[in-house]
C-alpha cells in the first residue's frame, strides 16, 4: 500500500498569505495524484488531478507540481473560503489512499 | 447537474447488516466507474471499493473483503454497497463517490454522505 504523508497537519495563515502544503508518496505515484479540499459538514470536492490539473470551476490561485514522491498544493493568496482541510489522494495502486490531511486555519 | 444522493445509513448493531443505495443524475451513469470512500468521525477518508462502468471489475480495501459487496444497477441509475457482519471500526459516513473513467479514474463528483453507525 503506498502511503501518503501530508505536511504540516496545520497551517495557520492570514487571508491574503500564500499556502503552500506538501505530500510525499512512500513511493512513486509518477504523476497519478490528486488534491481534494473538504470544509466541515460537507463532502470533498476535487481540486486538482494528475498532479497539476485544475479540475472544472477551480479558480487559479490553486495551483499543483511535483511528480514521483514529491507534491505540492499552493494557495496563491488566501481567501476567506479557502480555510478547510486538504487531502492528497494516489490513483496509481491499488489501494487507492489518501494522505492525512493538511488543515489550513485562520491566524 | 451531476447528483449523487445516498441513502441506507442508520444505526446497527456489531454483527448487523445493511445495505446503501446512491441514486445518480445529471451524467451517463453506465458510462463511468463509481466508489465507496468512507469517513469515521473526526478522522480522515479512507477508500473502500470501486466497480467498473458495466460492473465487471470490482475492487475492495482489505479491510472489508468478504464482507461487502459492491454493485450497480445501470438501467436504474443506482450504486449499492451490501455490508454484513458490521463492527464497530465501520462507524463512518459513507460517500459515494463518481470516477473519471470507465474503470479507476479520479473522484469528481461526490455525494453530501450517508451515516453508518455500529453500535450495540
Known amino acids: 500500500e503506498i502511503v501518503l504523508t501530508q505536511s504540516p497537519a496545520t497551517l495557520s495563515l492570514s487571508p491574503g498569505e500564500r499556502a503552500t502544503l506538501s505530500c510525499r508518496a512512500s513511493q512513486s505515484v509518477s504523476s497519478y495524484l490528486a488534491w481534494f479540499q473538504q470544509k466541515p459538514g460537507q463532502a470533498p470536492r476535487l481540486l486538482i488531478y494528475?498532479?497539476?490539473n485544475r479540475a472544472t470551476g477551480i479558480p487559479a490561485r490553486f495551483s499543483g507540481s511535483g511528480s514521483g514522491t514529491d507534491f505540492t498544493l499552493t494557495i496563491s493568496s488566501l481567501e476567506p473560503e479557502d480555510f478547510a482541510v486538504y487531502y492528497c489522494?494516489?490513483?496509481?495502486?491499488?489501494?487507492?489512499?489518501f494522505g492525512g490531511g493538511t488543515k489550513v486555519e485562520i491566524k | 447537474e451531476v447528483q449523487l444522493v445516498e441513502s441506507g445509513g442508520g444505526l446497527v448493531q456489531p454483527g448487523g447488516s445493511l445495505r446503501l443505495s446512491c441514486s445518480a443524475s445529471g451524467f451517463t451513469f453506465s458510462s463511468y466507474a463509481m466508489h465507496w470512500v468512507r469517513q469515521a468521525p473526526g478522522k480522515g477518508l479512507e477508500y473502500v471499493s470501486a466497480?467498473?462502468?458495466?460492473?465487471?471489475?470490482?475492487y475492495y480495501t482489505d479491510s472489508v473483503k468478504g464482507r461487502f459487496a459492491i454493485s450497480r444497477d445501470n438501467s436504474k441509475n443506482t450504486l449499492y454497497l451490501q455490508m454484513s457482519s458490521l463492527r464497530a471500526e465501520d462507524t463512518a459516513v459513507f460517500y459515494c463517490?463518481?470516477?473519471?473513467?470507465?474503470?479507476?479514474?479520479?473522484?469528481?463528483?461526490w455525494g453530501q454522505g450517508t451515516l453508518v453507525t455500529v453500535s450495540s
Open positions: 489522494q494516489q490513483r496509481s495502486n491499488w489501494p487507492r489512499t
Open positions: 463517490v463518481k470516477g473519471t473513467h470507465s474503470s479507476g479514474g479520479y473522484f469528481d463528483y
Open positions: 466497480i467498473s462502468s458495466n460492473g465487471g471489475s470490482t
Open positions: 494528475d498532479a497539476s
